[in-house]
């Protein structure tokens, strides 16, 4: 013989609709946190190609320009500096200054990353 539902069956429904109620309301608001968070590292990514930098190189020789994303824009040599240096180390002071630009480059990224709300999982 079945039984018929009682008050306290009644209940146990309500509660495990409000959890369900509960728990869709958290997901929205989850889902709504990530789009809010990708959003802003998209715009992130998309202003980094109009960021430049600029590197000096050793001696004088010049500056290298890069932008947010490290790629090389110019190379400015100084060409008085240049006539008077040593040539066997004007390569590695171009890379050198390139690499310090590129690397400048990557933590201006990672640090306004840092700045963008993390979305957390309750």
Excluded at 8 to 13: G, I, L, N, S
Excluded at 101 to 109: C, F, G, H, K, V
Excluded at 116 to 121: D, E, M, S, Y
């Amino acid at each position: 013989m079945k039984r018929s539902p009682d008050a306290r069956d009644h209940r146990q429904a309500e509660a495990r609709l409000a959890e369900l109620d509960d728990a869709e309301r958290r997901m929205v608001e989850v889902e709504s946190e990530i789009a809010e968070y990708l959003n802003q590292v998209a715009a992130i990514e998309a202003s980094r190609a109009d960021v430049v930098l600029s590197q000096k190189i050793e001696a004088g020789l010049g500056e290298v320009k890069v932008n947010g994303e490290g790629r090389l824009i110019h190379v400015h040599l100084n060409l008085e500096s240049v006539r008077t240096s040593n040539p066997d180390l004007l390569g590695t002071r171009v890379l050198r200054a390139l690499e310090a630009a590129r690397t400048e480059a990557s933590n201006q990224y990672k640090h306004e990353l840092a700045k963008v709300k993390q979305f957390v999982i309750r």
